[in-house]
């Protein structure tokens, strides 16, 4: 049963993977989306290429969601009230372990991953408590339950998404605004090039000997807990690829 269709969705960090996935799926289903990324012009092709396939309206929004000035502008431009907010824009920059990783990447990552989520959350959080009625759902990971070497920062800001989800259902209790999380495991998309600095080849060691999870595997969960009923409101779920059974045990084929 679709129950999504009318309503009116931003999915943050839709220029790539997951959120590009999330708001193809979204579309099909009827959904007008908001899509937000640094690179305009590829938000400008998805625009194209969604309203030419679905009965749908895309707006894009080109912007840096770590510029808290950025991320109220384009709320405030908002001419249509949020049905769905899918916090999904996030990256992991590098693996070096705590005692000789980059200040920068530990900024870009906490920039990113804890505070733009933050902030949109801020934002629109207030809107749907004034309507009560709205649902974010926030894209976490399993570095969000466990931490490993090498993820100093990244687990830690995936650990905070953990407990901003939480919290964030808390201060909305009572209401019928509803708050999810999705916590994937290995995916294959733009993230481990992201977090290599473009080194293809690094990146395509992390997928090497494993069939790792596909951006529509997790999209189409989070169509799941988009389109549950309206009492129905999921807090998390953790998705593996089959060979992976923890953050860091992963079984190769060589
Ligand atoms: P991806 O293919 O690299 O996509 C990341 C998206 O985030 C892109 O659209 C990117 O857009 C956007 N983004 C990054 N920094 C941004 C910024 N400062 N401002 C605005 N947008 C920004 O990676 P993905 O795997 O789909 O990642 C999506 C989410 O899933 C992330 O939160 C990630 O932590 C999480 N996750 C991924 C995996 C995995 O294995 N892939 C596992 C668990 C969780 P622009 O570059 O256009 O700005």
Known sequence: MNRLIGKTAIVTGATAGIGFKTAELLAEQGVDVIITGRRKERLEEIKNDLENRFRINVQTAPFDIQDADACSTFIEALSV?????????????????????????????????????????????????????????????????????????????????????ESTKKDLHGTNVRVSMVSPGLVETEFSEVRFGGDKEKAASVYKGIQPLTALDIAEIILFVANRPAHVNIMDTIIYPVAQSSATMVHRND
């Open 81 to 165: 009230d949020i049905d769905i907010l899918v916090n999904n824009a996030g990256l992991a920059k590098g693996t070096d372990p705590v005692f000789a990783a980059d200040f920068e990447d530990w900024d870009t990552m906490i920039d990113t991953n804890v505070k733009g989520l933050l902030y949109l959350s801020r934002l629109i959080s207030a809107k749907m408590k004034e309507r009560n009625s709205g649902h974010i759902i926030n894209v976490g990971s399993v570095a969000g339950h466990e931490s490993y070497a090498g993820g100093v920062v990244y687990t830690a800001t995936k650990h905070a998404v953990k407990a901003i989800t």
